[in-house]
């Protein structure tokens, strides 16, 4: 009998630790001298164990995704914990040879990103 009292309790504690789930922002930001860019990037760890995170990457419909910033050591994200990380400027995009410009108005519903990546 006291283990049907205490099952409901130990899956939801066991739910909390099993897997990676990570709610995500992002700021555009563009001046004079950078082109437009993803200048913060809001990470919020919700899950009750610690992540490792190594790098960030964008990605725009199906097909194009490029390297916003990356991380050597690791940022580890402690559990239920957010963290504000700003990126390194740049002054223009290229896909293959041509010069990239994305569109991050268009895409501005993907502004708060929610990732279960399990």
């Given at each position: 009998?006291?283990?049907?009292?205490?099952?409901?309790?130990?899956?939801?504690?066991?739910?909390?630790?099993?897997?990676?789930?990570?709610?995500?922002?992002?700021?555009?930001?563009?001046?004079?001298?950078?082109?437009?860019?993803?200048?913060?990037?809001?990470?919020?760890?919700?899950?009750?164990?610690?992540?490792?995170?190594?790098?960030?990457?964008?990605?725009?419909?199906d097909?194009?995704?490029?390297?916003?910033?990356?991380?050597d050591?690791?940022?580890?994200l402690?559990?239920?914990?957010?963290?504000?990380?700003?990126?390194?400027?740049?002054?223009?995009?290229?896909?293959?040879?041509?010069?990239?410009?994305?569109?991050?108005?268009?895409?501005?519903?993907?502004?708060?990103?929610?990732?279960?990546?399990?």
């Amino acid at each position: 009998m006291p283990g049907i009292v205490i099952f409901p309790f130990s899956f939801y504690l066991a739910w909390k630790k099993i897997g990676i789930d990570v709610a995500a922002s992002f700021t555009v930001c563009s001046d004079r001298i950078t082109a437009e860019r993803i200048s913060e990037v809001v990470l919020v760890n919700l899950k009750d164990k610690p992540i490792a995170v190594f790098a960030i990457y964008a990605v725009i419909g199906d097909d194009i995704s490029w390297e916003v910033d990356k991380f050597d050591p690791p940022i580890i994200l402690k559990p239920l914990e957010s963290s504000l990380i700003e990126t390194k400027p740049y002054s223009e995009l290229y896909l293959d040879a041509e010069k990239y410009e994305p569109d991050f108005i268009l895409n501005a519903k993907n502004r708060y990103l929610y990732r279960n990546i399990s």
